[in-house]
């Protein structure tokens, strides 16, 4: 695994899924949003907006290059 160091805080990036046509979740390659908090993040995909039949918002750590 890789070690964070205690002084960087992380950050979260939004990603649209859709929906395959076997029904399985396939990830955007571009992030929709950028450097949310885990809060922020969680309260996005919460939204009724952020999901439709064969879409949905998810999030996941960014991680510095």
Known sequence: TMAIPRDRKR????IKFEKDRDGFPVRSQRPVMKGLTLEEAQAHC???DTRGK???HGYTEEFPK
């Open 11 to 14: 950050t979260y990036k939004i």
């Open 46 to 48: 919460q939204r009724k």
């Open 54 to 56: 064969n879409w949905f």
